[in-house]
Structures are given as C-alpha cells and as structure tokens.
C-alpha cells in the first residue's frame, strides 16, 4: 500500500501564487508516477498535471505555462507550484500514484482545498 499526504492549499487571490506538496510513504517501489488531479464543484475530476518516475511530464492545456510539477525522488514527494492562478482554478487538489503493474492511479490523498479568489 501508498499512503500520500498532501499539503499547501489554502485561499489566494487571482494572480496570486501556491505550492501544493504530496509526501508518499509505504509500498514506494510500486509506483510508476505520480499526479495532481483536481476536482470543482459540480465537475468531474481531472487530471492537472503527472510526472513519471523519469521524469517525464504532462499538463492539462489550462495549466499548461502556469502550473509546474516537480519531484524529491529522495523525499518521496512531488511538487505543483501553481502561479498565475485564476479563479476556475477553485477546487480540491488530490495527490495521486500510479502502480506500476496496472498503470492506473490506485493511490489516492485526503485532498486539499485551494480557492482563488476574484
């Protein structure tokens, strides 16, 4: 099993910049990547932004040039600083592991609230 902690919401204004950190413990040689998914109210969650194990990564196309995704491969914990931030960026931000065998994001955070105000 995965555990992921996550931290760094909270309430900014529009423009306005945060850092989301995701700390995973456990069965770590079982994941393959790790993302940031979010979810608004009323909205399907969505995938925001993943990194590989080798460091590849993916945006979605409304974050793309705003939000970057980085990782401590030695603290087991990944990054999203999130700049220019608008407010339909309002939602809760999850922590997500992708197991390496089923190549899905099995593992899931608690979530963090992040609000942008107008």
């Known amino acids: 099993q995965v555990q992921l902690v996550e931290s760094g919401g909270g309430l900014v204004q529009a423009g306005g910049s945060l850092r989301l950190s995701c700390a995973a413990s456990g069965s770590i040689f079982s994941i393959n990547a790790m993302g940031w998914y979010r979810q608004a109210p009323g909205k399907q969650r969505e995938l925001v932004a993943d990194?590989?194990?080798?460091?590849?990564?993916n945006y979605a196309d409304s974050v793309k040039g705003r939000f970057t995704i980085s990782r401590d491969s030695a603290k087991n914990t990944v990054y999203l600083q999130m700049n220019s931030l608008k407010p339909e960026d309002t939602a809760v931000y999850y922590c997500?592991?992708?197991?390496?065998?089923?190549?899905?994001?099995?593992?899931w955070g608690q979530g963090t609230q992040v609000t942008v105000s107008s």
């Open positions: 997500a592991a992708q197991n390496r065998w089923r190549l899905r994001y099995d593992y």
């Open positions: 990194i590989t194990n080798v460091g590849s990564t």
